[in-house]
C-alpha cells in the first residue's frame, strides 16, 4: 500500500497563475478530503468527496478554488488565478466508510509569489 | 457547529516523563474522536480514535486517551515520552455521516528535552 500520493511536494508560482495539486488516494478508500494547512487558521477543510461525488464544499475559500475527482484513483485542486494569501501546505486525505479515520498524503507546499 | 480546543499551545518535557495533552471539544451528539501527530514536513498520522464503547482507549506508539463525556474532554497521556515523542499532536472531532468529516483543534507543539 503505498498510501496517499500527492504531487507535487512543493510548488512555487508567481501570482495571477494557475496552480494544480494533485492526489492518489489509497484504492477501496470511498471518501477524499481537501484541508489547508496554515499557521494563521491551522487545519481547515476545503472540500470532500464520496464515491468521486462533491459532498460539501462550503470550505472552498472563493471561486478562484475548484475540485474535481474524475475517478476513484484521482483528485484535483485548481487555483485560479492564484493569490499570495493561498500559500499554504495543501493536504489531501482518504477514508473508507465510516467510523474510520483519515489516512493523509504528505502534502504540497504551495508558495505564491 | 462542533468545535475543539487544545489550550496549550506548547509543551515542554524531559525524556522518561510522563505526558497529557489536553483537548475539549463542543458536540451534540455523541462524538468520534481522534488524535493525530504531525511531524515536520510530514502529513497527520493517526494515534487512536474513539467511537464508542471502553472509554480508554490505546493507540500506537504507547499512547492512550480517556473519553470524559461529563468534562467534554478525551486528554492523550504516555507514560513516558521518548524524544522521538517530539512533535506536533492535534485533537480532532468527527460531524458528519459515521463522523468522517473531521474539525481538529489547533494543535499543540510537543518538545521533549533530553
Known amino acids: 500500500d503505498a498510501g496517499v500520493i500527492q504531487s507535487p511536494r512543493h510548488e512555487v508560482t508567481e501570482m495571477g497563475q494557475e496552480v494544480t495539486l494533485r492526489c492518489k488516494p489509497i484504492?477501496?478508500?470511498?471518501?477524499l478530503f481537501w484541508y489547508r494547512q496554515t499557521m494563521m487558521r491551522g487545519l481547515e477543510l476545503l472540500i470532500y468527496?464520496?464515491?468521486?461525488?462533491?459532498?460539501?464544499d462550503s470550505g472552498m475559500p472563493e471561486d478562484r478554488f475548484s475540485a474535481k475527482m474524475p475517478n476513484a484513483s484521482f483528485s484535483t485542486l485548481k487555483i485560479q488565478p492564484s493569490e499570495p494569501r493561498d500559500s499554504a501546505v495543501y493536504f489531501c486525505?482518504?477514508?473508507?466508510?465510516?467510523?474510520?479515520?483519515?489516512?493523509f498524503g504528505s502534502g504540497t507546499r504551495l508558495t505564491v509569489v | 457547529a462542533q468545535s475543539v480546543t487544545q489550550p496549550d499551545i506548547h509543551i515542554t518535557v524531559s525524556e522518561g516523563a510522563s505526558l497529557e495533552l489536553r483537548c475539549n471539544y463542543s458536540?451534540?451528539?455523541?462524538?468520534?474522536l481522534f488524535w493525530y501527530v504531525q511531524s515536520p514536513g510530514q502529513g497527520l498520522q493517526l494515534l487512536l480514535k474513539?467511537?464508542?464503547?471502553?472509554?480508554l482507549v490505546q493507540g500506537i506508539k504507547g499512547f492512550e486517551a480517556e473519553f470524559k463525556r461529563s468534562q467534554s474532554s478525551f486528554n492523550l497521556r504516555k507514560p513516558s515520552v521518548h524524544w522521538s515523542d517530539a512533535a506536533e499532536y492535534f485533537c480532532?472531532?468527527?460531524?458528519?455521516?459515521?463522523?468522517?468529516?473531521?474539525?481538529f483543534g489547533t494543535g499543540t507543539q510537543l518538545k521533549v528535552e533530553l
Open positions: 474513539y467511537f464508542s464503547g471502553d472509554t
Open positions: 480532532a472531532v468527527g460531524e458528519g455521516g459515521g463522523g468522517n468529516k473531521l474539525t
Open positions: 458536540y451534540g451528539a455523541t462524538p468520534y
Open positions: 486525505a482518504t477514508a473508507r466508510a465510516p467510523p474510520y479515520g483519515y489516512t
Open positions: 468527496f464520496n464515491n468521486n461525488v462533491p459532498i460539501d
Open positions: 484504492s477501496g478508500h470511498d471518501y
